[in-house]
T-cell receptor
Framework: DAGVIQSPRHEVTEMGQEVTLRCKPISGHNSLFWYRQTMMRGLELLIYFNNNVPIDDSGMPEDRFSAKMPNASFSTLKIQPSEPRDSAVYFC????????????????FGPGTRLTVT | DAKTTQPPSMDCAEGRAANLPCNHSTISGNEYVYWYRQIHSQGPQYIIHGLKNNETNEMASLIITEDRKSSTLILPHATLRDTAVYYCIVRVADNYGQNFVFGPGTRLSVLP
């Protein structure tokens, strides 16, 4: 398996532009997570999906951020309009169905997308 | 979810055991202890998890105290590639899966 795939790996854009980050989870995994990491705030959970349904989006910073999961093999995180403070590394992670509570519930992270908004 | 406390940084000599502590004094009976690490410029990587028994896998060992208020991750023979930030997370499994709250973690530096 290729693992979690994210694209692009690097994105540089100007303030006000729309940015779309993409994620392909590991085949067969039924949960998907979007995280953001900055030096100031560390690693923050933005939103997570279970069986393509958004379960908790309380970490989404504001209405400029939106996430979709149209099917089990694809998710997007969109920022419109982008601002310099959105500059961060955005990680996508997926998780499979485990056996037993807590067993094999580890998340598998993608390589991240480094976003720079100028 | 129970909070965790970890030292901000630690050093370890290459080839020696690295023992990374984590305090979780408010842990409840159905909460698991998870360890992840993040090597520079990469996504976090799962290491190990446990409930109350000590656990061992190919990467590390997890020692959980009898009262479950603290745990120690042990890398038996640290290498330079083990230099990373190590996160201790306590979380209960819910019906929808698990979302993790990553604290600042412990920055482990393995020295030659």
């Amino acid at each position: 398996d290729a693992g979690v795939i994210q694209s692009p790996r690097h994105e540089v854009t100007e303030m006000g532009q729309e940015v779309t980050l993409r994620c392909k989870p590991i085949s067969g995994h039924n949960s998907l997570f979007w995280y953001r990491q900055t030096m100031m705030r560390g690693l923050e959970l933005l939103i997570y999906f279970n069986n393509n349904v958004p379960i908790d989006d309380s970490g989404m910073p504001e209405d400029r951020f939106s996430a979709k999961m149209p099917n089990a093999s694809f998710s997007t995180l969109k920022i419109q309009p982008s601002e310099p403070r959105d500059s961060a590394v955005y990680f996508c992670a997926s998780r499979g169905v485990g056996g037993g509570r807590g067993a094999r519930y580890e998340q598998y992270f993608g390589p991240g997308t480094r976003l720079t908004v100028t | 979810d129970a909070k965790t406390t970890q030292p901000p940084s630690m050093d370890c000599a290459e080839g020696r055991a690295a023992n990374l502590p984590c305090n979780h004094s408010t842990i409840s009976g159905n909460e698991y202890v998870y360890w992840y690490r993040q090597i520079h410029s990469q996504g976090p990587q799962y290491i190990i998890h446990g409930l109350k028994n000590n656990e061992t896998n190919e990467m590390a060992s997890l020692i959980i105290t009898e009262d479950r208020k603290s745990s120690t991750l042990i890398l038996p023979h640290a290498t330079l590639r083990d230099t990373a930030v190590y996160y201790c997370i306590v979380r209960v499994a819910d019906n929808y899966g698990q979302n993790f709250v990553f604290g600042p973690g412990t920055r482990l530096s393995v020295l030659p």
